[in-house]
């Protein structure tokens, strides 16, 4: 539930964003959704101060629903900027984007780790919640000022109804669920093997390293004319093969294995 509330939030606001960006401007959701995010980040640190069960468990959900209003606005707000600064390049713009993501989630278990070890609990929030609110202030000095334009002609029914949109949502929905599993299940599945935090990190780091090296590559083939459809195919049937492998499931006949783990 503390995991997933975040993204919930951010699903059910996301349209409104959108619809608000001629009038709130990308600038200001970035930065502010940014801002957010950190302060809520640096808060969530200091949750272990509350009482633990229902106490912790509420304020929990609390702030993450409300980092889930911040993330909600930069995440909606991201893809205009990159549609307005690289006009004809959207694709690797969008790549680059994710190959970030991707540093991200080779940098904050590896980082994030190690900062438990020397500060407990609180340390890794606080850190990250000040590059977050340094971030938002770079974007309020830096980044330029963008007008979005939103097409609100056909409405959200009619593009959910186009069995296009549908299969691009379908498959964006089974991405964020692979990677929300594999947040909150991964960590639980490798507590056998008795691991320390920083090794525990490094495993995580497995995902987004590729994810980050690889995603540059896909979408300049996009650019260049690819078919993405197929592309989706094979990401999806890599996707599907790499979550029998890692538990594995019961029909196959051999125990779960680090390297295993680790490869998929």
Known sequence: MVFSVYELVGFIFAPIYGRLLPVLKPKFLTYSGLFVCGSCSILFGFLDKAKSGSTFL?????????EGLGGGAYYTASPAICVSEFSG?????????????????????TVGGGLYQVGGYILPFLVLGLLLLFSSLMIFFILPDIEAEVNTSGGYKRLLLD???VTCVMVLISGFIFFGYNDATLEPHLRKFDLKPAVLGMIFVAVGGVYACTTPFWGYLCDKGSNPRLMCLVGCVTCFISLLLVGPVPFFNFEADLWLIILR
């Open 58 to 66: 509420i304020l929990a959900i609390a702030v993450r629903i409300i």
């Open 89 to 109: 390049k959207t694709t690797t713009a969008f790549s680059t984007m994710e190959m970030m993501f991707g540093v991200g989630m080779v940098i904050g278990p």
């Open 163 to 165: 069995p296009k949109m």
